[in-house]
């Protein structure tokens, strides 16, 4: 069956939507920004709805939508076209679904800010490029959405602009990004080098079709050097180390935009890309293990902070950094579908924290730190048990979505290779620390005595300044979404129950066509090029996995898990006194985790003003001051004073004229005098 789906209008939506706004916003009712906001993202998220009950009747998957040529010159060619297969359909569905229900909850947070027309048209403008980024058929249309999502993410992290510290997260933010950036594009320019091509089938059948030409690497050749470029710029982007430093400070844009950079839009477009190019990375080992490693030293690196963090929203955004972390692994074990798996539950439960947040934010007129806090489950109850349920998810507490997608990737780290328990157990570390600390940010918000801040709240920006009077539930154009999210908070993982608990996991089967092929041939031809059994996860697909010892491992998790939940009660609701004694026993330690181990002052002072000051002192006051305004002022001056000698010729004295001609007559006879010698 041929069916036009019309992939072009699902992006274009929240464009128009982003340009009517933006240039008439100012003029229409906050009722008339409203409805175009939600209504190009409406439309949007219901043609994906549309395209994904077609997607069955489709003959032909992937489906290729193209609309003529884009760059075209000899020996190199690019199309305007759009990608629709298994992958791309999870994420569009992801990020319409997600991101509509972020744009209601905004309607009402950012209801009293002067800059409510403003915020929706950078809001739309984010989902037209991330969008872009997920339909895009081939690398260069994927950077154009990976450009554009670094555009918004700019100018929604700096909304309150006018706020220095606001305005420096989101410069931050971009020049961070820009670094990954860079070797996105040197993948990309290999690409073209030594394909000719940037479109994805083109590469990738090439690849698979040529296994004497393109083998599995045993060393860095051109596959491993392509993956690399690949993998810094997903690090950029999935805020992994080193370059994860972006993301926390991103907490200074209003909530909802946390929400949906955080949740389903431009952190996850790290993991989609290496996701996509798993024909690559499967080709590259070197370049799998090194974004293993990376992933996993992620995760635990950023939980550790986050157990220490006052900040509601800090604490968030190191979680983020840290789930983020275990998609990065899976990916490295060739676990892509449960890497998929988990962005998708993710989206669910990590909007729902951080919309949650901001209902707690709100209700409090604007406080952000948790010791000033407790005690509100009285009095935001709707909040309070959305709230639970989006930590009892990330927890991995057994039946909801986080338990089902986090298990899958401990699961497959732990039978990819005979070192797999090295990345399982800093997995079920990481579990435990995120168990702690979510259940610590829960208890520390809604349990307990209520504590007033010793300061006056600043009004804020977007939660309506309401500082004054008891706290107070939010209204339900911000509840609902809420509590739709809860629910995807709970099913969402029902969609890939694994076999050892009776399940199918029918998200696996429905991912199998974009990566099995890829993955199998490379598994096949790493057996007889690289017999180590460290490359890519094997057991997945050679071997049924021992259901008996897949439980164990679920039992120990779910153990972490509850163990974590046991201990923040202890300490913040049975013990509240004990916290700071621990703190104040550890030394050197608390304050070196509280401030995040120092690493962003280690990078001001490495490499931030060095660069600054070698700005000023080279390129300003050597270069631009010395070199280029001393030649131009030089010239000038040199002019000046060759005009001052030259006009003394013409002074109108009629005896200074005749000095200047016997002057020039003797200079006339001495010329040729000199002329006669010769």
């Known amino acids: 069956m041929n069916v036009n789906l019309h992939l072009w209008l699902i992006p274009l939506l929240p464009l128009l939507g982003a340009l009517i706004n933006g240039a008439l916003g100012r003029r229409l009712s906050k009722t008339a920004v409203t409805a175009v906001a939600l209504t190009s993202t409406a439309a949007s998220f219901a043609l994906a709805l549309w395209v994904a009950f077609q997607f069955s009747a489709l003959s032909q998957i992937p489906y290729v939508e193209s609309h003529g040529p884009w760059i075209q010159i000899t020996g190199f060619s690019v199309d305007f076209a759009f990608l629709l297969d298994q992958l791309s359909l999870v994420m569009l569905l992801v990020v319409t679904g997600v991101g509509f229900l972020i744009h209601i909850y905004s309607a009402g947070y950012m209801a009293d800010d002067d800059g409510y027309y403003r915020f929706f048209s950078y809001l739309n403008l984010f989902m037209f490029f991330m969008l872009m980024l997920v339909l895009a058929n081939n690398y260069l249309l994927m950077f154009v959405g990976w450009e554009g999502v670094g555009l918004a993410s700019y100018l929604l992290i700096g909304f309150y602009f006018l706020k220095h510290s606001a305005s420096q997260a989101g410069k931050k933010a ?22 000719g091509s940037l479109d994805y089938s083109v590469i990738f059948d090439r690849i698979l079709r040529n296994p004497s030409q393109f083998p599995v690497e045993t060393g860095a050749g051109l596959l491993t050097l392509v993956s690399f470029c690949l993998m810094i710029g997903a690090t950029g982007k999935s805020a992994q180390i080193p370059l994860y430093v972006w993301l926390p400070d991103a907490m200074e844009g209003p909530t909802p935009v946390s929400a949906l950079i955080h949740a389903a839009t431009m952190v996850t477009a790290g993991i989609y890309m290496v996701a996509r190019s798993n024909v690559i990375f499967n080709h590259a080992p070197m370049a799998l293990t090194t974004v293993a490693v990376i992933g996993a030293l992620t995760a635990i690196f950023a939980a550790s902070i986050g157990i220490v963090q006052t900040d509601i929203k800090r604490v968030l955004a190191y979680s983020t950094i840290s789930q983020l972390g275990y998609m990065f692994m899976a990916c490295g074990v060739a676990a892509y579908s449960a890497a998929i798996f988990h962005l998708m539950t993710h989206a669910f439960f990590k909007a729902l924290l951080f919309l949650s947040a901001g209902s707690v934010i709100h209700a409090l007129g604007g406080e952000q730190d948790m010791r000033y806090m407790g005690g509100l489950r009285k009095y935001i109850p709707v909040t309070f048990w959305v709230m639970t349920i989006g930590t009892l998810a990330i927890a991995g507490i057994p039946g909801l979505a986080g338990f089902f997608s986090k298990d899958e990737i401990l699961w497959k780290a732990y039978s990819s290779s005979d070192n797999g328990w090295i990345f399982w157990a800093i997995g079920l570390i990481t579990a435990l620390m995120t168990s702690f600390y979510m259940f610590r940010l829960l208890f520390m918000t809604f349990f307990g005595e209520r504590r007033e801040a010793p300061h006056a709240h600043d009004s804020g920006h ?37 076999h050892s608990l009776g399940g199918d996991n029918h998200f696996e089967k429905f991912l199998a066509p974009v990566f099995e092929q890829g993955r199998l041939e490379a598994v096949d031809m790493a057996k007889i090029e690289r017999p180590t059994k460290f490359a890519i996860a094997e057991a997945a697909s050679d071997t049924k996995p021992e259901a008996s010892t897949e439980l164990t491992l679920t039992f120990i998790s779910v153990l972490a898990g509850l163990t974590g939940l046991f201990w923040a009660w202890y300490l913040y609701v049975r013990r509240p006194e004990l916290p700071g004694r621990i703190a ?30 070698g700005s000023r002192t080279i390129l300003w006051k050597g270069v631009d001051v010395g070199v280029v305004d001393g030649a131009v002022n030089g010239a000038g001056t040199t002019a000046r004073s060759t005009w001052a000698i030259l006009r003394q010729m013409q002074s109108g004295n009629i005896r200074s004229y005749a000095g200047w001609v016997a002057f020039g007559a003797a200079l006339l006879v001495a010329y040729m005098i000199w002329m006669g010698l010769r």
Do not use: C
């Open 174 to 195: 971009f020049i961070v990004n820009r670094i990954g950036d860079f070797g996105f594009l040197l993948g990309m320019f290999l690409l073209v080098k030594h394909f």
């Open 462 to 498: 977007g939660h309506g300044g309401h500082g004054h009077g008891a706290p107070h539930e939010s209204p339900w154009i911000m509840l609902a979404p809420l509590v739709l999210l809860a629910i995807g908070s709970v099913a969402g993982g029902w969609v890939g129950i694994p």
């Open 584 to 613: 104040a026993r550890l030394g050197n330690l608390y304050p070196t985790v509280l401030n995040k181990y120092y690493i962003d002052e280690v990078y001001q002072q490495s490499l931030v003003d060095p660069i600054v000051d």
